[in-house]
């Protein structure tokens, strides 16, 4: 069955790191755009990143853009999120997904994982 399991959250202090990773199983990896959101408490899951099928095209949100970075290793079926220079209002669970079709839509993408929560202090 199809699973996406992400690893890496934590607590960190405001301008810290984290890298997490997202290993995928179950469909044909390499087919798949991938994504990282994002959901605080109280609100709504937004997108953060996405990578396409190649590596080779990246999309960032403007919040986190210049700090974070995607990437992927189709050998390893596995995405990352490098995340740097965190601030507390990164604090949220991250969710990484797979899509077929390029899009920065939560509905738009097919399957997901369970989250990892990061948290930032200040």
């Known amino acids: 069955q199809v699973q996406l399991v992400e690893s890496g959250g934590g607590l960190v202090q405001a301008g810290g790191s984290l890298r997490l990773s997202c290993a995928a199983s179950?469909?044909?990896?390499?087919?798949?755009?991938m994504g990282w959101f994002r959901q605080a408490p109280g609100k709504e899951r937004e997108f953060v990143a996405r990578?396409?099928?190649?590596?080779?095209?990246?999309y960032y949100a403007d919040s986190v853009k210049g700090r974070f970075t995607i990437s992927r290793d189709n050998a390893k079926n596995t995405v990352y999120l490098q995340m740097n220079s965190l601030k507390p209002e990164d604090t949220a669970v991250y969710y990484c997904?797979?899509?077929?079709?390029?899009?920065?839509?939560?509905?738009?993408?097919?399957?997901w994982g369970q989250g990892t929560q990061v948290t930032v202090s200040s």
């Open positions: 997904a797979a899509a077929v079709t390029i899009t920065t839509i939560p509905r738009h993408y097919n399957y």
């Open positions: 990578i396409g099928w190649g590596a080779g095209s990246t």
């Open positions: 179950g469909f044909t990896f390499s087919n798949y755009i």
